[in-house]
């Protein structure tokens, strides 16, 4: 875990008694949620799903991995760049934690053959940037969220599913209806509830529905130290002198 630094060691301003409601506590929706309390509003965060599915996630035994429900491992892994880790100075333990727990990974280019045509460099240079990227575990990275937000007191509401959205231009106040039909205000909503979010009527002025691209894609993740137990796999991606792994990138 992270050094001396507390989780709860971070700076609030003074209560500024604006109210505000996020839906959906994925990665976005809780950070939006922490700033806002630090910024001093007060904050719920609704949440449609009955518990968190982060649980078991600093577990490090190869054997445990096998217990874990299939949902503890929601989501797979993306960068955070320079933006995100520069607002991370104003919660320290997660700086030092999201560095812990995250990794800087290196990338090769391919053809379509096969045929590795550069070395692997420095996932940062292909950004054209002189600061680290790191690559996040997006279960770890929620967990550690969570574990932030224990430590100040702000909590997610599970089992609150938002159905509509609503604007009262008269008061000044917006809301949302939950699927039991009650009803909630504050000063300013958030919708953070992914690409099916009931907020498109309000926002757009008419429901705007995914739509299929046709394709499909598999993506999977395993602990680094179960994949290289296998002796093709260790063969086939080798870790580079430092430890780092390789992105592979293909064109086509």
Known sequence: MSSAISPAAVNRSLSNGISVLVSGSGVGGLYTAMECWRRGCDVRIFERTKARVTTGLYHRTPALYTTFRADSFQGDSFSIG????N???????MQERSKEIGYQPMAARHMQTGQRITEPFDFAEMLGIKVPIYRQSRP???????????SIGLTVEYDKEVVDYFEDEASDRAGVVLKDGSRFEADLVVAADGLRSPSWQLVAGKPVPARSSGDAIFRVAYPVELALADPMIAERFPLQPDGRSV??????
């Open 82 to 85: 320079p933006s995100a880790m």
């Open 87 to 93: 607002s991370f100075k104003n919660w320290p333990w």
């Open 140 to 150: 770890k990275f929620h967990g550690m969220m969570l574990e932030q937000m224990a």
């Open 247 to 252: 992105i592979e990138l293909w064109n086509g």
